[in-house]
C-alpha cells in the first residue's frame, strides 16, 4: 500500500516554517489597546451574556486574515486556503463542518477574495432540524446557529480554518455536544473555588482537564469494501475467529507494519503543526488494534482536538489503503476499543487538586476533592453509566479487558485503608502516609532501580485512581464524543463539592469529609471488576447495573437529574429529554441497521455460497447430509430473526428492550449458525473475507 500524503509540510515554497493554529493569546497582543481590555473582560467575566465589542470583533478577524494571507503566500498557489469551516459536536457521531468562502463583494460589487470578515469569523447559521435534535427543532422551526469557542485555537486543515464552535438552537437549547461541557466547566470551575477557599483560605481559578486514550482498529479498504457489515455497521456480524489471535499476548506495542508505522509517523506530524502532541501511539492489545492519545489539556479543547483526530486520521488512513473502525466492538471474542478519559481538575497555577501534596494543607485539600469524587459517584453512578451507553459500547463493557456497566471508584488499597481511619475518627493528615513511594530494584547492578507508584494499576475498574493527580473513566467508548462523558463528571463533581461546601461550613473541614465517607464509601472497590462476584457483591452495596443501553438511558429524566442539570444551567429539561430521545432512537436504529444487514449477507450471500458448494459433494451422502442439517439451521435462525424484526413494538424504550432482548440474542444465533458453516466450508467458496484475512492482513 502506498500513499500520497494530504498535510501540509512545516516549511515549503519560502523555506519559512508555516503557523497551523493560531490561540487568542496569541492574538491578543496584536490588537489595539481598548480592544485588548474589551477581550480580556470577556474572558474573565462569568456573565452569560456578555458581549464583545463589533470594532474589537473586526481587529480580531483582520489577525486572523493576515495569518491565513501570510500562510497562502507560503503554501503556493496550488495549496491555498480557500475557506472557513464551523467545526461543532453534532449529537451524533464525527463532526459537523459549515463551510464558508473567503470572499466578499465591496461597495462597486466587485469580488474580494482572501477576507475573513468579523461576521462570518464569529457567527454562523445553519438548517437545525436536519441533525439529531430529539425534536429540540422540525422543518417549520429549523434555525440553528454556531458561534467560535474564542478559548480554543483556530487550525488550518486541508484547505480552511477550521473554527471550533458551539451549536444551538433559535431558542438557546444547545443542539451539540461542546456548549454543555463549557456551561459544565464554568459550573465545576466555581463551585471548586468555592472550596478552596473554605478549605485554605487562597483565591484560585479552577479548570477541569482532560486526556483521552484514542483506541481504534485499521482494516485494508478492499477488505472492507467487500464486508457489507464493515461498511454498514462498524462491525463483523459474522466471522469465525483464527485458531491464533490475542491469546498469546503478542500483539500489544510490538512492531507494526511498514504501511501503519509510515502512516502514523506522518499523522503525529500532522497532528503536531496543529498543536495537537500525539506522543502516546502504539500498536494495542488485539491484532489491527492500536491507539494513540494527546498531553492533557483543559477539556473543552482536549473535545475538540479529539473530534478532529477522529476526522482527519481517517481522511490520512484513506490514503495508506485503510479503513478506521472506532466501532467499541469490531470484532467478537477480542478486545474492544475504548476512549479512556483522564480527567482532573486543577487551578491556574498548576496545583493538581487531585495531588496527594507534601503538606498538611495540601493533604486535607486532597482529602476534601477526594471525597468529592467519592459522593459523585455513589450519588451519580446512573448518571455516568448514561454517559457511556451506547449500542456499541454494550458489547464492550464487561468483555475482554472492559469494565464492567456498574460504576465504582478504585482508590488503591493505600488511600482506602486511610479513608477508613478517617471514618473511625482519625485525621485527615497523615505525614509520609499518602504520598510515599519506594524504590523498585530490577535485581541488576546494570540497571537503575526507580520509584513506583504508590498504588498498583486495576484496569478492571470503570473508574480508577490514577498516576496520583487524575482519575480515568476507562468505560467511555471509542466512537463516542468525549465532551459528554466530561460533561457529566463535571456536574456530578459539581453537585458533590457543593453539599461538602455546605457541610464544611456546618461542620468543618475533617468532620465533612468524615461524614461523606462513611455515607458513600460502599462505591470504592478495589478488587477485580471482572469476577463474577462482583456483580453480587454490587447489588448488595446498593449500586446500579443498568447493564444495557434503554436501562441507562431512561434515568436521565429521573426527576433528580433533571433538577441536577437544570440548577448549574448545564442542560434545560427539554435539552436533557432532548439528549435521551437521541439516544434511544441511535440505538434502536443502529441495531436495526445491523440486523437488516446480517439478514442481506446470509440470504444473498451465504446460502447461494453453501448451495453452490453442496452440489459438489452430492455423491457423499454423509457429507451432504451434514452440510444440509447445517444450512438448515442458519435458514431457521435467519427467518426467526427476519421474523423478530417486524415485531418492533413503537415505543421507544420498549422497542429498546425488545432490540436487547429478542434481536441481538436472534443475531447471535445466526452468528453461531453462519461461522458453523463457514469452518466446513471450501475456503474458495466462503462468500466473505474471513476473520483471519482481516485481523492479520500485515502479515
Not at 197 to 220: A, I, Y
Not at 257 to 272: G, M, N, T
Not at 378 to 385: A, E, F, I, V
Not at 581 to 591: A, L, P, R
Request: hydrophobic share 35%.
Amino acid at each position: 500500500m502506498t500513499a500520497t500524503t494530504q498535510h501540509d509540510t512545516t516549511t515549503n515554497i519560502t523555506g519559512k516554517k508555516i503557523k497551523h493554529s493560531l490561540r487568542i493569546e496569541e492574538i491578543i497582543p496584536k490588537l489595539t489597546e481598548q480592544a485588548q481590555k474589551d477581550i480580556q473582560t470577556f474572558l474573565s467575566v462569568k456573565e452569560k451574556n456578555d458581549m464583545l465589542q463589533k470594532t474589537t470583533k473586526k481587529e480580531i478577524a483582520k489577525v486572523v486574515t493576515e495569518w491565513v494571507k501570510e500562510t497562502n503566500k507560503r503554501r503556493g498557489e496550488h495549496n491555498q486556503i480557500k475557506s472557513t469551516a464551523h467545526m461543532w459536536a453534532p449529537l451524533r457521531k464525527g463532526c459537523g463542518l459549515k463551510r464558508e468562502g473567503m470572499v466578499k463583494l465591496n461597495e462597486e460589487d466587485q469580488l474580494i477574495e482572501g477576507e475573513i470578515s468579523a461576521s462570518i469569523l464569529f457567527h454562523t447559521e445553519t438548517d437545525g432540524s436536519s441533525h439529531p435534535t430529539g425534536g429540540l427543532r422540525e422543518t417549520s422551526q429549523a434555525a440553528a446557529y454556531m458561534s467560535w469557542d474564542i478559548r480554543s485555537p483556530l487550525m488550518l486543515v486541508s484547505d480552511y480554518v477550521c473554527i471550533p464552535s458551539s451549536f444551538v438552537s433559535f431558542h438557546g437549547h444547545a443542539l451539540d455536544h461542546k456548549t454543555p461541557l463549557l456551561r459544565s466547566q464554568d459550573a465545576v470551575g466555581a463551585v471548586a473555588a468555592e472550596t478552596i477557599k473554605l478549605v485554605t483560605g487562597e483565591d484560585r481559578v479552577v479548570r477541569s482537564n482532560c486526556g483521552w486514550e484514542q483506541e481504534f482498529f485499521l482494516v485494508p479498504t478492499d477488505i472492507w469494501e467487500e464486508r457489507s457489515d464493515l461498511m454498514n455497521t462498524g462491525r463483523a456480524l459474522l466471522g469465525a475467529l483464527p485458531p491464533k489471535h490475542q491469546q498469546m499476548s503478542d500483539h500489544y506495542m510490538c512492531k507494526q507494519s511498514p504501511e501503519v508505522e509510515k502512516l502514523f509517523q506522518d499523522f503525529e506530524a500532522y497532528a503536531k503543526e496543529r498543536n495537537i502532541a500525539l506522543n502516546v501511539g502504539h500498536a494495542e492489545v488485539a491484532p489491527t488494534q492500536h491507539e494513540f492519545s494527546p498531553i492533557y489539556t483543559l477539556g473543552s479543547i482536549s473535545a475538540d482536538q479529539n473530534l478532529l483526530v477522529m476526522h482527519e486520521f481517517e481522511n490520512y488512513a484513506e490514503q495508506y489503503g485503510f479503513k478506521v473502525l472506532y466501532h467499541e466492538k469490531p470484532y467478537a471474542g477480542i478486545n474492544g476499543s475504548g476512549k479512556h478519559t483522564n480527567w482532573s481538575l486543577e487551578t491556574t497555577k498548576r496545583e493538581g487538586l487531585y495531588t496527594f501534596g507534601n503538606t498538611k494543607m495540601e493533604q486535607e485539600r486532597f482529602m476534601v476533592f477526594l471525597a468529592g469524587v467519592v459522593r459523585a459517584l455513589d450519588m451519580h453512578g446512573d448518571m455516568l453509566r448514561a454517559a457511556v451507553a451506547t449500542a456499541s459500547n454494550d458489547h464492550r463493557l464487561g468483555a475482554q479487558e472492559a469494565p464492567p456497566a456498574i460504576i465504582s471508584l478504585y482508590t488503591g488499597h493505600t488511600l482506602e485503608k486511610h479513608v477508613k481511619a478517617i471514618i473511625e475518627g482519625g485525621e485527615l493528615y497523615v505525614e509520609g502516609s499518602l504520598n510515599a513511594s519506594t524504590m523498585l530494584s530490577f535485581g541488576s547492578s546494570s540497571v537503575v532501580p526507580m520509584k513506583k507508584a504508590p498504588e498498583d494499576r486495576n484496569r478492571t475498574a470503570p473508574f480508577p485512581y490514577s498516576g496520583g493527580n487524575r482519575f480515568e473513566f476507562r468505560a467511555v467508548g471509542s466512537s463516542q464524543n468525549v465532551s459528554w462523558p466530561l460533561t457529566v463528571i463535571n456536574v456530578v463533581i459539581a453537585d458533590a463539592m457543593d453539599y461538602i461546601n455546605t457541610l464544611i461550613k456546618e461542620k468543618g473541614v475533617t468532620e465533612a469529609v468524615r461524614d461523606v465517607f462513611a455515607k458513600h464509601q460502599r462505591v470504592i472497590f478495589n478488587g477485580d471488576g471482572y469476577s463474577k462476584e462482583w456483580p453480587i457483591e454490587a447489588v448488595k452495596r446498593g449500586l446500579v447495573n443498568n447493564r444495557t443501553t434503554p436501562e441507562a438511558l431512561r434515568v436521565l429524566t429521573d426527576e433528580k437529574n433533571l433538577a441536577l442539570f437544570e440548577k448549574y444551567n448545564v442542560f434545560t429539561r427539554d435539552e436533557l429529554t432532548a439528549r435521551q430521545q437521541v439516544g434511544i432512537e441511535d440505538y434502536n436504529g443502529t441495531i436495526d441497521i445491523e440486523a437488516e444487514t446480517l439478514i442481506r449477507m446470509i440470504n444473498q450471500s451465504l446460502v447461494p455460497a453453501t448451495v453452490r458448494e453442496m452440489a459438489m459433494y452430492k455423491d457423499d451422502d454423509e457429507l451432504y447430509a451434514e452440510k444440509k442439517t447445517l444450512l438448515s439451521n442458519l435458514r431457521a435462525t435467519t427467518k426467526k430473526l427476519a421474523n423478530a424484526t417486524t415485531a418492533v413494538p413503537e415505543d421507544l424504550f420498549e422497542a429498546g428492550m425488545y432490540y436487547a432482548n429478542t434481536i441481538l440474542p436472534c443475531m447471535e444465533n445466526v452468528r453461531e449458525a453462519a461461522n458453523a458453516i463457514e469452518l466446513t466450508m471450501d475456503k474458495h467458496q466462503y462468500p466473505f473475507p474471513t476473520m483471519e484475512e482481516i485481523i492479520y492482513y500485515q502479515h
